[in-house]
């Protein structure tokens, strides 16, 4: 009899403390939710920094810091016109507590303004890559919790946790998220402009126009993100057909149609000021080298946008004819290859988050309560995708930098099969994913998933900004003091950074005899990649011995 009383006694206590224990985790719910979204925002924000701290420039980033000078500094639009401002100008945030130098006099393409302003004019180069950096790595960062509130909006909190993991955890958007460039806010104010047009499904008034700003913001940022529009346009008249319009068809046609004209007028009204926040004047002078356009792209004559914006899309024409290759799998080729971003996507992504984008997908579109959800998630991605594919230039997966947010809010759908396995999986493929992406700190530019072969391997398969883009320069300066002290270097450096900058004594080996070539020779991959008979006979020649950042490699020639 004691010893039931005891057992009842007991079964009692562990009831009373285990609702005890549900009441408090309800109470306290939204904050520990809040914690997980800090933390996992607080590494990211870490990986980003440590990254632009020891990253030296990579090859467009001082083009875009020595334009954003000029807007502070001449407010004048002459330089990078291929690009609308408002990416420069965020960047140009950073650079206003910089007190950057520029020479009033100089003259000189945009190349060696970036040169110039970095090096030359009496700048840390250092620091004014870190000022100009960090604006991007704060916009990054928001633009993973309009991921978070919007995959939160379909699925609930634990959905918008599993989108903000996969988007904190990606490799790419972590590289590219560090840097002073244009294609993660271009690709964020698109995601965005996706949000607010999915809730506008129930506050219209609200959300029109602020979804007309984001894809304003997308547009005055690059114009690549102009493929978007159409799909972007046709989701404002979804989302307001969704709505009471009245009975009679001409006043709902009417009431749609003023709906995309409104969100349009709106976005054109963000490039427009884009252009008179740096010059009130619109001062500006076509090149006298831009060459016509011809065909559908005379097109661009009929847009509502300021002059240099059309001739900036002409001037991308320009370079998209200039005759591009790539790299991809060993084999370096000539013109462009239609399955470019595809096939470097595989390399280039977590093998978790690529099994979870493919079961998002498939969940949002066969779900029915999520199915609405994948014409604002998956139709835009598509759309953009399929542009980047038709692209002359196979330089890498930051032109599809918008495939890891976008996705990211799919895989929240996952969530909502009611399947205990399924969750279990999400969970195990999320911290896959997650391993994967720390393991490679603080080397994300050149990532690439287990299945082939790692970071290490990353040059082997791909060139340029998927492994190589200059930024190791100044660890390859430490790392040859530190290891070489006094011998002979030999450099081809693929990049924008100047080498006698960080204490690299160098000499090209391509203008001497290769018999002469002796000592240490230290080539970027990207340069290996795409290297020419001349080249391909000093390596040839030479014994591997080191590798720096999993971009540069070192030889020695005896």
């Not at 960047?91 to 040169?115: E, K, M, N, S, Y």
């Not at 993991?165 to 698109?190: E, K, N, Q, R």
């Not at 102009?226 to 057909?241: D, N």
């Not at 320009?318 to 790539?326: Q, R, S, Y």
Request: proline share 7%.
């Amino acid at each position: 009899m004691l010893l039931s009383t005891s057992r009842l006694s007991s079964t009692t206590s562990d009831d009373a403390r285990s609702p005890g224990r549900s009441d408090w985790l309800r109470r306290h719910r939204r904050w520990l939710f809040a914690l997980v979204v800090v933390v996992l925002l607080a590494q990211m924000a870490i990986a980003m920094i440590t990254t632009a701290v020891q990253q030296t420039p990579t090859i467009d980033e001082p083009v875009y810091v020595g334009t954003a000078v000029v807007y502070l500094e001449q407010h004048s639009l002459r330089y990078n016109p291929e690009h609308p401002p408002l990416g420069k100008l965020i960047i140009a945030a950073g650079l206003a507590f910089a007190d950057a130098h520029l020479d009033p006099a100089f003259v000189g393409d945009q190349t060696q303004l970036g040169r110039h302003v970095l090096y030359e004019s009496g700048n840390d180069p250092g620091r004014l890559m870190l000022l100009a950096r960090l604006p991007m790595i704060v916009l990054t960062l928001l633009f993973g919790l309009v991921v978070f509130m919007f995959a939160r909006d379909l699925v609930g909190p634990v959905g918008g946790l599993v989108a903000l993991a996969l988007y904190t955890f990606s490799p790419d958007l972590i590289a590219h998220g560090s840097l002073a460039t244009l294609d993660v806010p271009a690709a964020g104010f698109l995601l965005t402009t996706a949000w607010l047009l999915w809730r506008a499904r129930r506050r219209p008034a609200l959300y029109l126009p602020l979804a007309g700003l984001a894809l304003g913001a997308a547009l005055a940022t690059k114009m690549s993100t102009l493929a978007a529009v159409p799909v972007l346009l046709l989701l404002v008249v979804l989302s307001v057909r969704t709505r009471d319009l009245g009975p009679d068809r001409a006043a709902r046609i009417l009431k749609l149609g003023a709906a995309a004209a409104g969100v349009a007028l709106i976005a054109v009204a963000v490039v427009w000021v884009s252009y008179l926040v740096v010059d009130l004047r619109l001062r500006w002078e076509t090149p006298s080298s831009l060459p016509a356009a011809h065909g559908l792209r005379t097109l661009v004559d009929w847009l509502p946008f300021p002059e240099p914006y059309r001739d900036g899309m002409r001037v991308q024409f320009a370079i998209e004819d200039g005759g591009w290759g790539g790299f991809l799998f060993g084999r370096h080729y000539l013109g462009s290859l239609w399955y470019y971003l595809p096939a470097a996507l595989l390399v280039k992504t977590p093998l978790g988050m690529l099994v979870l984008w493919l079961a998002g997908a498939a969940v949002t579109v066969a779900v029915p309560r999520l199915r609405p959800a994948a014409l604002y998630i998956l139709a835009p991605t598509v759309i953009l995708l399929a542009a980047a594919m038709t692209s002359e230039r196979n330089l890498g997966v930051r032109y599809a930098i918008f495939i890891p947010m976008f996705l990211a809010v799919a895989v929240a759908g996952v969530v909502a099969v009611r399947r205990r396995w399924a969750h279990i999986a999400t969970v195990v493929l999320v911290i896959f994913a997650a391993v994967s992406s720390l393991r490679t700190f603080p080397y994300y530019l050149p990532y690439s998933n287990e299945a082939f072969g790692g970071p290490a391997e990353t040059h082997l398969r791909l060139h340029d900004s998927n492994v190589d883009w200059g930024q190791d320069l100044g660890r390859l300066a430490d790392h040859l003091k530190q290891r070489y002290p006094n011998e002979q270097i030999w450099l081809i450096y693929k990049g924008s950074g100047v080498p006698s900058h960080y204490g690299i004594n160098a000499a090209d080996p391509l203008k001497v005899p290769p018999d002469q070539v002796r000592g240490l020779l230290v080539i970027s991959d990207s340069s290996i990649a795409k290297a020419n008979d001349s080249l391909k006979a000093l390596i040839a020649a030479g014994i591997p011995i080191d590798e720096v950042g999993h971009s540069i490699t070192i030889y020695r020639r005896p």
